[in-house]
């Protein structure tokens, strides 16, 4: 049973991730009608926005030490951080706190390079055909991974969560187990509330504010909407720009538990694609309900006693499962009736 | 009297082929074709080494580390430097001009730590650059691809960090040869320590990387440790760069076992590491005993990735900065000040590497492959960081000592992260030959 629970709560947070970048695709296809497969690029523009700012905020002030000698004889380097000299003790809980603190700077910042993705390039490839929509996305998130290579090397480049949250929570205890059965790891869990608040706060601007019924209305008739002389492009600019800003939230907080590296949307791309598929093209509970779903059936394939039956599922399970939903539900599990059927 | 100027169709052909014969000539005979008695015989003032390592992928801190030690090696072969472990290095015959008379120049590839990619590089290399010698590579599973293409083309291999028993054991071959130590020897090594500081009454779980590597490291280290009297709960096999680890590791959290292995390196080590850390394995009590994470096979450049989690982890490791004897220090000494931080144990082999095959061609007179394996094979040096050390020729394996390392708990600088336990002598960690399989095969000089 303590097995079980732990890999539902590894499918969760893993999930999390998966339903975060899969509700931005979903935004993107269901309003503009555009498959953008540079979206996992944007989880990983994210990533390194956490990257940048713990970089910029840990600058260091350099002194050497004339007295202490390195073994191939030059003086040792004494480091110690600007933020730290001039600050003292917030200094340190600023660096501490740095991937929650790069929230507010990813959020302008992927604002502003959707903006630039979508008027620069997609919104000319609206009306063009899928085929081409993929081609020309794709180009363009190998050109995005490569300007963070030749930036920031090849290596993976880890982020620590915050010292109070980088041990494990004994969350067994609080309903009825051992102590010690089930633990699991503090930043995990927020990472799974976060992307459960984003999720959210994604559908209640999209339920409650005009702007999203409007955005709602477009995606399901937009000739309708634009009839009735409301401009739904520069409404759906506004979509892409949020669909950035998920993604690259659920890249920020990412970090700590997977360290980024310039290929690392790549990795998730693919995976949220199937996610997309599974859950149905266009319907956002559906992307969300898959990504938890699909997260939870990989971290279930990767138990021994499951593998031991099945040798290597854990790696083709999301596959298979994608494979079996196209055959027998090809709208994927809330997708709308017509949609990949015709 | 031949009529010049009423040429017959005879006439014309025979005096065709003369002159083509002619204008043929010098080239046939001064040609590759007939004069090299091996691929690649150098016919300038330089000679190629092939430094292929993995630029991108789940080794690239190895990789970047071992294409800096190449640059220093080429340099000092060359007589520029301040000539690093040239100046301890014994036996040695190389003058410090080049090899043979020749300068040393490289070429590059990126193995991307795969095989396919190791081996079009390699090719890439031997092909249309010329080299002689190919070296590098921070899997075993590129190397062993390497080894063997080398083998086929008919040129050198001399691996860099490459830790499978069967890379000098069941894929050995004769073109190759490896400086680094194996799991095996990690194994012997290790588990007496592991003894003294755990007891003999353990229970260990296995995660491993599912290649080449992972699989031999997991044998070596689960006879090593189950001869102590420890009992293996359960050995996982994981994907390379599987990135998030955490759906095999929550299964050790209530598995019975009260140690967990990771047999994983680099990249794959970093992040399996962090997150066992971070599920709050360390912090546990399990079967009455602290619960112990051990990382067989360590480096500098991975505990530097996983920062503060190793303190207190053991690991063995085939080299490390801090080592005091003259060839360590020179070659800390060179690195040090050309780069601004000490060498890894990957930059360490393939430095030596290179500099044995360059002596060894200065020995054998000649850069014919096989006459390089005759001197390499059997072949006992010192001064280069390990102690005293034979190329054995049974497997073209090297036996030297082995480091038995641990996590720094009061670390006095950025790269003062490991702690030498213990350095295991040779004769240790020392074993038969026909244990792994394989043969080695004729020695191939490509022609």
């Given at each position: 049973m303590d097995a079980i629970l732990l890999q539902i709560l590894n499918g969760l947070d893993k999930g999390g991730a998966y339903a975060l970048i899969a509700l931005g695709l979903t935004l993107v296809f269901g309003t503009l009608g555009v498959v953008n497969f540079a979206h996992g690029a944007l989880f990983m523009l994210g990533a390194f926005c956490a990257v940048t700012v713990n970089q910029v905020i840990g600058l260091e002030q350099v002194t050497l030490d004339p007295n202490n000698l390195t073994p191939w004889g030059t003086p040792v380097e004494i480091r110690e951080p600007y933020i730290v000299s001039w600050l003292g003790d917030t200094g340190h809980l600023i660096l501490d706190y740095s991937v929650p603190v790069s929230i507010l700077a990813a959020i302008p910042i992927m604002i502003v390079i959707g903006f630039i993705m979508e008027r620069g390039l997609i919104q000319f490839f609206y009306k063009r055909p899928h085929a081409e929509q993929i081609l020309v996305t794709f180009g363009l998130a190998i050109v995005l991974q490569e300007i963070i290579k030749t930036w920031f090397g090849a290596n993976p480049l880890p982020q620590s969560p915050p010292t109070a949250l980088r041990s494990a929570a004994d969350i067994g205890v609080l309903v009825?187990?051992?102590?010690?059965?089930i633990v699991y790891p503090y930043w995990r869990l927020v990472y799974f509330v976060f992307s459960a608040l984003v999720i959210g706060g994604v559908f209640a601007f999209l339920q409650l504010t005009t702007f999203g019924m409007v955005v709602r209305a477009g995606m399901a008739d937009r000739e309708t909407v634009g009839l009735l002389g409301i401009d739904i492009e520069k409404r759906f600019t506004l979509v892409f720009g949020l669909a950035a800003v998920v993604a690259g939230l659920a890249g920020v907080m990412y970090t700590p538990i997977l360290p980024p590296d310039y290929h690392m949307g790549m990795d998730f791309l693919v995976l949220s694609f199937v996610v997309v598929v599974v859950g149905g093209m266009g319907s956002l509970p559906g992307a969300v309900a898959a990504g938890f779903l699909l997260g939870i059936l990989q971290s279930f394939a990767s138990m021994t006693e499951v593998k031991s039956i099945l040798p290597g599922i854990d790696q083709i399970i999301i596959y298979l499962v994608a494979v079996v939903i196209l055959l027998?539900?090809?709208?994927?599990?809330?997708g709308r009736k017509g949609v990949m059927e015709g | 009297m031949v009529d010049f100027l009423n040429p017959s169709r005879r006439g014309v052909l025979k005096g065709g082929a003369a002159i083509g014969a002619g204008l043929a000539a010098p080239t046939i005979f001064s040609s590759q074709a007939w004069?090299?008695?091996?691929?690649?015989?150098?016919?300038?003032?330089t000679v190629t080494f092939g430094f292929n390592v993995p630029?991108?992928?789940?080794y690239a801190d190895e990789g970047a580390d071992e294409l800096r030690a190449y640059q220093l090696a080429v340099k000092h072969l060359n007589g520029?430097?301040?000539g690093g472990m040239l100046n301890t290095m014994k036996p040695l015959t190389l003058q410090?001009?080049?090899?043979l008379g020749k300068k040393v120049a490289f070429t590059t590839g990126d193995t991307q730590t795969k095989s396919d990619a190791a081996r079009a590089s390699a090719k890439r290399m031997i092909e249309?650059?010329?080299?002689l010698m190919i070296t590098g590579g921070s899997s075993s599973g590129v190397a062993i691809a390497v080894q063997s293409l080398c083998q086929e083309a008919g040129v050198i291999f001399m691996a860099g960090l490459t830790h499978s028993n069967?890379?000098?054991?069941?894929?050995?071959?004769?073109?190759g040869f490896r400086h680094f130590f194996n799991a095996y020897m990690s194994g012997a090594a290790l588990a007496p320590v592991l003894k003294e500081a755990y007891g003999s009454d353990r229970k260990a779980y296995h995660l491993t990387a599912d290649y080449t590597w992972g699989w031999t490291q997991e044998e070596s280290i689960k006879n090593a440790t189950e001869a102590l009297g420890w009992e293996t709960v359960e050995a996982v096999r994981t994907p390379l760069?599987?990135?998030?680890f955490s759906q095999y590791i929550t299964?050790?959290?209530?598995?019975?076992?009260?140690v967990l292995i990771l047999n994983h390196y680099g990249k794959d080590m970093v992040n399996s590491l962090t997150q066992a850390v971070q599920f709050g394995l360390r912090d546990k009590q399990v079967n009455g005993k602290q619960f112990e994470i051990v990382v067989p096979l360590y480096s500098r450049l991975m505990a530097q990735g996983a920062g503060e989690n190793v303190k207190g982890i053991f690991g063995s490791t085939n080299?490390?900065?801090?080592?005091?004897?003259e060839g360590s220090k020179a070659f800390v000494k060179s690195f040090g000040a050309e780069y601004g931080f000490p060498p890894s144990q990957a930059a360490h082999t393939c430095y030596v590497q290179t500099l044995l095959y360059a002596d060894a061609c200065e020995r054998a007179g000649t850069f014919m492959p096989c006459g390089v394996v005759e001197a390499l094979e059997g072949h006992e040096f010192d001064?280069?960081?390990?102690?005293p050390t034979l190329y054995r020729a049974d497997d073209h394996q090297c036996f030297k000592k082995v480091l038995v390392v641990k996590g720094n708990e009061?670390?006095?600088?950025?790269?003062?992260?490991?702690?030498?336990?213990q350095e295991v002598p040779a004769e240790a960690v020392t074993y038969d030959a026909s244990i792994f399989g394989g043969e080695l095969g004729d020695c191939n000089n490509g022609v």
């Open positions: 009825g187990f051992n102590p010690g059965e027998v539900r090809p709208r994927g599990l809330l | 004069a090299a008695e091996y691929l690649n015989k150098p016919t300038g003032d630029q991108t992928g789940a520029e430097g301040d410090g001009n080049g090899v249309k650059d010329g080299a069967d890379t000098t054991g069941k894929d050995k071959r004769r073109n760069g599987a990135g998030d299964p050790v959290l209530n598995s019975g076992a009260d080299w490390h900065w801090s080592l005091q004897d001064g280069m960081g390990n102690g009061n670390p006095t600088s950025q790269f003062d992260l490991l702690e030498v336990v």
